[in-house]
């Protein structure tokens, strides 16, 4: 089975702080992407990796940055923590050359 | 741009009757498409998915989704419904030789025993 890990499933933090979020994955996979999932919104996309060291900027990117230096693992940074950035957060990853993408189980983050 | 409209907030049935919930979707191109469900506070799951060949594709659980390109659909169905099937379900499409998913909205689906 496939298994993607985020490394908490609920966090709180203040305004300002500088937030990281892990995401790992088992299975060999070249491409890794951060979401953000709010209620009516659906999913959306704030970052991708397709590969070690490679990254690019998703439709929501503001506020955010990224960090690939293994394979595994794909790290996402909140720079400054703000209000509007709770949301709950969802890590995948997918093979190049395949199709599906498959996730973790999410990271609920409240900053206040 | 592309883009995935879920018609229906929410999808109420009787366990035992047909389920169906609606998708249709904008790219340019080739779609691939696909069907997420999310039970509470878990991740996504990948139902099916829709690459190309035969229009009806067969997925997890028992669902299956139907694409039609004249109408620009992907709607999924389920024969016979169960209680466990109530989840939030999300359709999704990517253009063929992109990596970008884009996700509809979300259609939370509640089976009444």
């Known amino acids: 089975d496939v298994k993607v890990t985020q490394s908490s499933r609920y966090l709180v933090k203040r305004t300002g702080e500088k937030v990281f979020l892990e995401c790992v994955q088992d299975?060999?996979?070249?491409?890794m992407f951060w979401y953000r999932q709010d209620p009516g919104l659906g999913l959306r996309l704030i970052y991708f990796s397709y590969d070690v060291k490679m990254k690019e900027k998703g439709d929501i990117p503001e506020g955010y940055s990224v960090s690939r230096e293994k394979k595994e693992r794909f790290s996402l940074i909140l720079e400054s923590a703000s209000t509007n950035q709770t949301s709950m957060y969802l890590c995948a990853g997918g093979a190049r050359g395949t199709y599906e993408q498959y996730f973790g189980p999410g990271t609920r983050l409240t900053v206040t | 741009a592309q883009s995935v409209a879920q018609p229906e907030d929410q999808v109420n049935v009787a366990e035992g009757n047909p389920l169906t919930v609606k998708c249709t979707y904008s790219?340019?191109?080739?779609?691939?498409l696909f069907w997420y469900v999310q039970y509470p506070n878990r991740g996504l799951q990948f139902l099916l998915k829709y690459i190309t060949g035969d229009n009806l594709v067969k997925g997890s659980y028992g669902f299956e989704a139907e694409f039609n390109k004249s109408q620009t659909s992907f709607h999924l169905k389920k024969p016979s419904a169960l209680v466990s099937d109530s989840a939030l379900y999300f359709c999704a499409v990517r253009a063929s030789g992109d990596y970008k998913l884009s996700f509809g909205a979300g259609t939370t689906v509640t089976v009444r025993a």
């Open positions: 299975m060999d996979h070249e491409n």
């Open positions: 790219v340019s191109g080739n779609p691939y």
